[in-house]
């Protein structure tokens, strides 16, 4: 304690001294802080003390700022002990310190209470509005904290602003409160001593439990206790009750009051009731109010009154065109009518076999609140099923919902299937044949059944809701009518399971009455009619709906709810007789004993701020059903200005009233209220016919000018909630008036001429009603007739202007007191002005709390009141804000003065009255004029699509602006650089390209002059364009005499027609459908016939439809695309909400899908949009685009055309976006979370598919640029460290202190970064785990390998700096693949790329890579070794390289041999080609082996790009072996030439052309071909490179260039050795042929017989695995045969061959030749002369011809023979 007193001594000390020295006396101010305390501040110190006899006295203000409100209890304490004089020095001493004001917060904002000996003055408590009452021109209370600062002063001063007073007769005075409890009234004189105020305050506990033994505990609690109960001196507790228990039940909730305590009747009327409305309220309503209310005791008696039921007599004529009977009454003839008010009944059939919908429909209609406005003068009184037919046995069955009968004609004529009781039946046997329902029985119509024998009596049928009552006489000769006997069973469920009883009212509610037990027995009807509980004194028995207790019961058991007709709801027991509940519908519950009540005055009061009435009754007048009208104020959240614009369309579209239900009707419905934000904040416009408030303008400051006591624009969202008001209502508040003229007194005036008073009086004592529209006549402007050609009515009066006098034919006044105004003009010119001042902007200029802030403001507004008051027609000057650059002021100068002038000669004289104070910029000052003329634009309307054009001014004759220029902003943003707008400075235009509904908004100009600037704002419209939905392709199948229907739609309010074609219209609820029906052509033909379906009153919106009629069989049928032949194509248009086409073609058994360009009207529109997106709008665009995916999840998830504008979407708004902050990331994911979302992969799957743009558009790359997207928008994030979530993917934001990072991104990913060279400590990842379905698993050429799978999540990495190692660990999403690849996704090459990355590790969980750069990264794994197991590949690898060693081997062997025995072996033509092809075989083989060798390295290589080097590879391997095969046709040919072509001859030179263009020529053509028609695809070589470089099966089946010359060169010489063998074993070939070529042609079939079946088996087995991949035994013999062709070739090509083998003998026998071997040779030369001489000789005799033959036959290199065997 001591030290709170030291510090306070402290404070005031030093704040003493500071004013005293520097001699400012402005009070120190802060923001005060909230703090929880409602409870008053008590008074706890001294008063004033006298002054001592000083000088001066100095009064000083100090704020403090505390949230414990303990603090100021100890400071009152500290303040109150202290001791007064205080000296600080021999001049100076403190005579006081008091606390003045405690402000506290509320929940409309503030209160200010002063403390006690200080008050606020009159005009603080009428400008911030009073919380206490007003006393000696003073009051203690006020709802705000003032703006400048100024506290309570002491009301020792005496210098309090004196209040305005009025002559006011002596009068009783009500001192209300305003929480509802009993006024207090007192006669008071003006100069009566006011009494002091006792306040109350009524607190609200709410009790949150489930357990019903402690609520009837609490109670037990409250009663047991004595009030009141007193808390210290000052306080009470006088009462503690339950006022309301809420408890769920199957529809929600239900509210019931306890005793004394009721709902009022309008919150029965909103939340629907429950219980029975007696004395203006009700007990239970079917909600818990939104507004957090409880039930009101029944003591306070300000329940809101009901309408009146009794009122002077009148003429009213109420019509009903339908079944509702007229009413009349007689009137006095010089009474003027009350306007009628009619009412219509419409019938609506629905039609449907669903029963869901029609408890659906059920659901709906009892979750209205009735009525519903449409407009002013239209409502929905209520909405109610009143019939059900449904199919039966013999026919229909039609029965009456509840409230609902049919009469008894009806009953008679189509037969009952229920009783008739009071001449009516609920169920008959048939479909009424005059479309008639089902009659309330509210109406008393019915049809009179006939009498029974009975004696002559009159019947008085009497209706409690306001209809006449029916009167008939009955006869005693009518024949009786048999009996039917009724019989009423209980049956008593004991259950203490509500859920029972709830499921057991569902059930009773689902059956369907009546239920027929056999041909005499039904029942008709069973429902719950009473449920009894158990309670702290017993029981209480409550009665369900349409059942209540008798009077006798209540009084017997206690009632526990209210007595109304006779009947209460609620007794405190089980009757002891067993009786339960009865029916309200059988009247025969015991009287209860009737009270007479004196004529008394009813005052119906209407707490939705519509005027009370009132009304003196007559006990003899018929009264008229009440009419309860209802605001209802509904807020709409949408940054959408096309939203706006669209519901601006809905309603206006509408026709009002719209009935709810036959009570309830909505009479209209209106855009109030648009507020959108500024720089300064918020400005709220009000739309046609509504306004501000005078109160309101000058609270919040208005942006428009103040015109009949409102203005249509203020600078703030009002505190409490308020919305602009409607003009036609005439309460606003009056402006302070400037000349008041004597009050005028108008006394009693007769009821039949009502006097007119006006709407502008001060204080009458009886307000008119001004809403009433069925008891309001406009006086003071002429009512029209209207002829109405659809409504039964002809004359209607005129009740929707409400003009500024007006009268109530239902109210008598006697006195009424009025005071006329003469208000002063507040229409002028508004001249927004600016200048600068030489100080340092701070932050505290933006808080108009802040000392700072209303230092200047202060200090500088009289200053600106004070010069421009100077300048003729001076109205106001008011600041508006401040800005920084150095400080700009910004305010406002009103005036009637149109001379500039004036106005900038004022600028010198305020530079001189704010000297030296504030010192301003004499070049500093701008003058802008606002233009009170909208911005024109054009065309008007205006649609999306075409160019919009807005032009700036021309400003007014005196505004000269120059020429400098024109500056632009839409929607209060800088458009300058924006490719969307055209600025032309010349003509002072803006062009808007492009225009979609989202160019919607407020479009400024500003016209830039050396001394004045001209502003003009407008807002410009463009609305929906109607999207029209026609077929554009049909086809239709002719018949004679039949026709086919055209339908064409177009979306509400648009109209649509076909063009000179006859139309019928099928209106829907959001659509407006038109179909024309085309006969077919007689006699039938095929013809093609254009139709044309066109927007009505608008060009340029039209579709054309071709109908195709055929003659020919139907082979395609369904009901979307209609009727087709083969290869007919149909075109339909997307349904609602959706542009585009769907085209489909007849494959010959049904339609197929082509094409499907469907996309989203609402994101087609934000593509538009983001077409000329700018960064400072990216916030609110992604917003709306989040909003928008989210919200049509399912459509674009199937779309994948709208994916794929999405994905375009995306891309610009990341292109743009440079900072991004975590809001804007947030919404940039979860718009990427519905597109990656595992519902769109399928659509994802027919994107990747597109590679070639078959659908229209190149797709394939569509996730790429998403991904790439996703990257750019990565990289820009800013801002502090987050994590965000969702269902797809991970985004973790991340700050590292050292220069190493290492994280798990998820449970799946991680990363480890050893180094990083970064100066931004941020790095940036996303893990997606949906993302392998979006991607595609292919390489850089759009390669994607069978079986090749993304087997882990992808994780995206952004870090601004350079990393050369990073580790990333991904877990395998399927354990059984192998092969793992580490790739990251390459934009340069569209497919995943392995380059810098290399696998760590791989164990059974988790793969590791590393690689040396960042970016997204994942892994691609493929099935184990194609299927086999490790040792089967293991043994298919030995096979092949041990082979193909071999081979090589074998080729090298044998090319050496040949060149070794070439010259000896090549002595005449036919061995020549003979070894010539065998060269090129072994030649062609051994490169095309060495090629192979060199492909499967470059496969051992994997994550590479080896496209290139594969195809390379690929293109040789393919060339080489087709030249070994074609040099096998070769020698095959040469075969078939020596053998059967006898008398032909052919040189070496042509046999080798031959030969070398056949070998090597024919190949390359071939492998030439298969490139070029397969590499631009990217098809050529095998997806799986990392198999194998070899021709492409899947895709484009290139290996057939290859397999199909390879076993047709087979084929062929199969053919050829079947022809030689043929000759050989007929003839022979040594008959013919000399020893060498008999060798040769030998050695060649042989070779033929031989390679020709190997090469044919071996390819065979390749085909072989290609059919079947999976076998082991076919890829072994493969193996085995393709790696030994080599072998065979040396083998059978060369070794066999005899001579080869003695020329290699001699070769090896000796190089240096001896003498021996020679003469050997020479000899043996000889005979073999001789005998080939003899061989010819006998050729010779067998008829061989020897064409050509030389002397010396020694050497067979000079003789070629020619034979034919």
């Known amino acids: 304690m001591a030290l709170l007193k030291n510090a306070a001594l402290v404070l005031a000390l030093t704040v003493t001294c500071y004013v005293l020295e520097t001699r400012k006396f402005t009070a120190i101010s802060g923001t005060i802080s909230q703090e929880n305390y409602t409870v008053e501040v008590l008074p706890h110190f001294r008063g004033k003390r006298a002054a001592l006899l000083s000088a001066v006295e100095y009064t000083v203000d100090v704020e403090l700022n505390v949230t414990d409100f303990a603090t100021v209890e100890k400071l009152k304490v500290l303040l109150g002990n202290m001791t007064f004089l205080l000296s600080l020095g021999p001049q100076v001493n403190v005579t006081d310190v008091g606390i003045t004001t405690v402000c506290l917060p509320q929940l409309t904002g503030y209160q200010c209470r002063c403390e006690d000996q200080y008050r606020w003055s009159c005009d603080k408590c009428a400008t911030y509005g009073r919380c206490s009452n007003i006393t000696t021109d003073t009051c203690s209370c006020i709802n705000a904290i003032p703006a400048d600062g100024q506290f309570c002063q002491s009301v020792l001063q005496q210098n309090f602003t004196t209040c305005l007073t009025t002559t006011v007769p002596p009068m009783n005075t009500t001192v209300a409160n305003t929480t509802a409890f009993p006024s207090q009234s007192s006669t008071a004189n003006l100069t009566t001593t006011p009494i002091p105020p006792v306040f109350y305050y009524l607190i609200d506990i709410e009790v949150n439990t489930t357990n019903v033994a402690a609520l009837e505990q609490l109670r037990s609690i409250l009663s047991s206790n004595i009030f009141p109960i007193s808390i210290n001196n000052l306080i009470q507790i006088t009462d503690v009750n339950i006022s309301t228990v809420c408890y769920p039940v199957a529809t929600g909730y239900q509210c019931r009051c306890e005793d004394q305590y009721r709902w009022s009747c309008d919150k029965c009327a909103t939340y629907g009731r429950c219980s029975n409305i007696t004395t203006d309220t009700c007990s239970c309503i079917n909600a818990i109010p939104a507004d957090g209310q409880f039930c009101q005791s029944v003591l306070q008696q300000n329940f809101t009154t009901c309408p009146p039921t009794t009122l002077p007599p009148m003429t009213t004529t109420v019509a009903n065109t339908t079944a509702f009977p007229s009413q009349s009454s007689t009137a006095n003839p010089t009474t003027t009518p009350i306007p009628p008010v009619f009412y219509y009944l419409i019938d609506i059939e629905v039609n449907t076999t669903n029963v869901a919908v029609l408890e659906q429909l059920r659901s709906i209609l009892s979750s209205n609140i009735f009525p519903i406005s449409i407009n002013n003068l239209i409502q929905i009184t209520d909405v109610n099923i009143s019939t059900v037919c449904y199919p039966v046995a013999t026919g229909y069955q039609c029965r009456c919902e509840d409230q609902y009968r049919w009469s008894c004609d009806k009953c008679a004529t189509y037969g009952q299937c229920s009783n008739i009781t009071t001449d009516t039946c609920s169920c008959i046997n048939a479909i009424p044949a005059d479309g008639q329902f089902c009659q309330s029985v509210l109406q008393q119509n019915f049809t009179t059944c006939p009498p029974t024998t009975l004696p002559p009596m009159t019947t008085t049928v009497a209706n409690t809701t306001a209809f006449s009552s029916q009167s008939s006489t009955a006869n005693l000769t009518t024949t009786p009518i048999p009996p039917v006997f009724y019989y009423l069973i209980d049956i008593e469920v004991n259950t203490t399971n509500v859920a029972a009883l709830e499921q057991l009212r569902s059930i009773l509610s689902s059956n369907i009455f009546p239920i027929s037990i056999n041909n005499l027995i039904q029942i008709t009807d069973v429902n719950i009619s009473t449920v009894c509980y158990p309670v702290a004194t ?22 526990c709810s209210n007595i109304t007709t006779d009947t209460c709801s609620c007794i405190n027991a089980i009757p002891a007789d067993g009786q339960f509940c009865q029916s309200v519908l059988q009247q025969n519950f015991t009287t209860c004993p009737p009270t007479t009540l004196p004529p008394m005055t009813t005052t119906v009061a209407n707490t939705t701020a519509f005027p009370s009435q009132s009304s003196t009754a007559n006990p003899t007048t018929t009264p008229i059903p009440p009419v309860f009208y209802y605001l209802i104020d509904i807020e709409v959240n949408t940054t959408n200005v096309a939203a706006l614009e669209q519901l601006r369309s809905i309603l206006s579209s509408n026709i009002f009233p719209i009935s709810i239900n036959n009570l309830i009707q909505i009479t209209d419905v209106n855009i109030s209220t648009v507020c959108y934000p500024v720089a300064t904040g918020y400005q709220c416009r009000c739309e046609d016919q509504y306004r501000w408030s005078c109160d309101k303008c000058a609270t919040y400051g208005r942006c428009s000018n103040i015109t009949t006591d409102t203005c249509s624009c203020i600078n703030a969202i009002p505190a409490d909630g308020q919305f602009c008001q409607s003009v036609l209502q005439q309460n606003f508040t009056a402006c302070l008036p400037t000349t008041v003229s004597p009050s005028t007194i108008i006394t009693d005036f007769p009821s039949s001429t009502p006097q007119i008073t006006s709407s502008t009086s001060l204080a009458p004592t009886t307000n008119a009603s001004t809403t009433d529209l069925t008891t309001q006549q406009n006086t003071n402007v002429t009512p029209t007739t209207q002829q109405n050609t659809t409504l039964t009515p002809t004359t209607q009066q005129n009740t929707t202007l409400t003009p500024t006098t007006q009268q109530n034919t239902t109210l008598t006044p006697t006195t009424r007191q009025t005071t006329t105004l003469t208000p002063t003009s507040s229409v002028g010119v508004v001249w927004n002005m600016q200048f600068s001042l030489n100080r340092s902007f701070t932050d505290d200029l933006n808080d108009i709390t802040s000392f700072e802030y209303n230092f200047l403001k202060n200090g500088i507004e009289p200053k600106l009141r004070q010069q421009y008051g100077k300048t003729p027609g001076f109205l106001s000057a008011t600041i508006k804000k401040f800005r920084s650059g150095s400080v700009i002021v910004d305010f406002e100068v009103v005036t009637t003065n149109t001379n500039l002038a004036d106005i900038k000669s004022v600028e010198s004289g305020l530079i001189a009255a704010l000297a030296p104070v504030f010192i301003v910029r004499t070049d500093s000052f701008k003058t802008i004029y606002e233009s009170l003329v909208p911005l024109p634009y054009s065309p008007k309307p205006m649609y999306p699509g075409p160019t919009l054009t807005l032009t700036c001014g021309p400003p007014p004759a005196f505004i000269v602006t120059g020429d400098l220029g024109v500056t632009w902003k839409v929607k209060g943003k800088d458009i300058s650089g924006n490719s969307k707008f055209i600025i032309n400075n010349q003509s002072k235009t803006l062009t808007v390209k492009n225009t979609s509904p989202s160019d919607t908004g407020l479009y400024e100009c500003t016209l830039k002059g050396s001394s004045v600037d001209f502003h003009q704002t407008g807002n410009v419209i463009v609305n929906e364009g109607p999207n029209v939905r026609a077929p554009t392709q049909i086809n239709s199948q002719c018949e004679v005499g039949g026709s086919t229907p055209l339908e064409c739609c177009v979306q509400k309010p648009y109209q649509v027609e076909w063009k000179d074609q006859i139309d019928v219209v099928s209106d829907g609820f959001q659509d407006y459908c038109v179909t024309c029906t085309v006969s077919m052509p007689d006699p039938c033909k095929n013809t093609e016939t254009n139709f044309v379906c066109q927007v009505n009153d608008l060009s340029g919106y039209s579709v054309k439809t071709k109908l195709t009629i055929f003659t020919e069989d139907v ?59 700018q960064e400072e ?136 970064i050893p180094q990083i060279n970064s100066s931004n400590n941020f790095i940036n990842t996303i893990a997606f785990t949906t993302l392998n379905n979006v991607l595609p698993a292919r390489n850089g050429r759009n390669q994607t390998v069978n079986g090749t799978i993304i087997n882990g999540n992808v994780l995206l990495v952004k870090l601004n700096g350079t990393v050369t190692n990073v580790s990333l660990s991904f877990e395998k999403l399927n354990k059984s693949l192998a092969n793992v690849q580490c790739v990251f996704w390459s934009f340069d090459l569209g497919g995943w790329d392995g380059e810098g990355c290399h696998l760590q590790s791989d164990d059974n969980e988790t793969v590791t890579c590393n690689c040396n750069h960042l970016t997204s990264f994942s892994i691609l794994m493929s099935p184990s070794n194609d299927g086999f197991s490790d040792e089967e590949q293991k043994v298919l690898d030995i096979i092949t390289y041990i082979g193909v060693g071999i081979s090589m081997g074998s080729l090298v062997v044998c090319l050496i041999i040949e060149a070794c025995v070439w010259k000896s072996m090549t002595r005449n033509s036919t061995s020549y080609m003979r070894h010539v092809s065998i060269v090129n075989i072994a030649v062609s083989l051994l490169i095309a082996d060495i090629w192979f060798i060199i492909g499967a390295s470059i496969s051992a290589n994997p994550g590479e790009d080896k496209y290139a080097a594969c195809s390379a590879a690929t293109f040789f391997i393919h060339f080489f072996y087709l030249s070994l095969f074609f040099w096998m046709l070769i020698s095959g040919l040469l075969l078939f030439y020596r053998t059967i072509m006898v008398f032909s001859h052919m040189s070496k030179s042509t046999m080798l052309a031959i030969g070398f263009s056949v070998g090597y020529g024919a190949p390359l053509i071939i492998a030439v071909v298969t490139v070029a028609s397969t590499a631009p695809n990217e098809t050529y070589i095998r997806n799986d490179t990392e198999m194998a470089c070899w021709l492409n099966w899947d895709s484009s089946k290139a290996l057939l260039a290859f397999v199909i010359p390879a076993l047709s060169i087979v084929l062929i010489n199969f053919l050829i050795l079947i022809v030689v063998l043929y000759k050989m074993l007929r003839r022979g070939v040594g008959d013919t042929a000399q020893p060498d070529e008999k060798n040769t042609l030998v050695v060649i079939a042989r070779c033929l017989a031989i390679l020709t079946p190997f090469f044919g088996l071996t390819w065979a087995l390749g085909v072989g695995t290609l059919v079947d991949y999976n076998n082991f035994g076919t890829h072994v013999a493969f193996a085995f045969f393709n790696s030994l062709q080599g072998f065979f070739i040396l083998v059978f090509g060369t070794l066999l061959d005899s001579k080869i083998r003695a020329a290699i003998t001699r070769l090896f026998r000796g190089a240096s030749g001896s003498t021996q071997g020679t003469g050997t040779r020479s000899t043996s030369t000889g005979p073999s002369s001789s005998s080939a001489l003899n061989i010819l000789r006998r050729m010779r005799r067998r008829n061989v011809y020897n064409v050509s033959e030389v002397a010396n036959t020694s050497s067979s290199a000079a003789t070629e023979s020619f034979i034919n065997i």
């Open 538 to 559: 017993g029981y209480q028995c409550r009665c369900e709906d349409q059942y209540r207790w008798s009077c006798d019961k209540c009084a017997t058991y206690g009632r």
């Open 1115 to 1173: 082979n395609c049928e369904n009901d979307e695309f209609g009727v087709g032949r083969k290869d007919d194509v149909s075109v339909i248009k997307c349904g609602s909400g959706k542009e585009g086409f769907i085209q489909a073609v007849c494959d010959g058994v049904d339609w197929v899908d082509r094409r499907d360009t469907c996309v989203l009207t609402v994101i087609l529109n934000l593509q538009t949009d983001s077409e000329s997106l």
């Open 1177 to 1312: 709008g990216v916030p609110d665009f992604v917003n709306n685009l989040q909003n928008t995916t989210e919200g049509n999840q399912k459509d674009i998830e199937s779309s994948t055309a709208t994916i794929s504008i999405l994905v375009t979407i995306l891309k610009n708004v990341a292109s743009v976006s440079t900072n991004v902050s975590r809001d804007v990331m947030e919404g940039f994911l979860k718009t990427v979370n519905v597109l990656i979302s595992v519902g769109a992969q399928d659509s994802w799957g027919q994107l990747n598919a597109d590679t070639s743009g078959n659908t229209g558009n190149n797709t394939g790359n569509t996730s790429s640029i998403l991904l790439g997207s996703l990257e750019t928008i990565t990289g820009a994030l800013q801002g502090d460290p987050f994590v965000f979530n969702t269902s797809t993917m991970i985004l973790t934001r991340t700050k590292f202190i050292q220069n190493s990072f290492s994280s798990e991104q998820s449970s799946s990913v991680g990363l480890h």
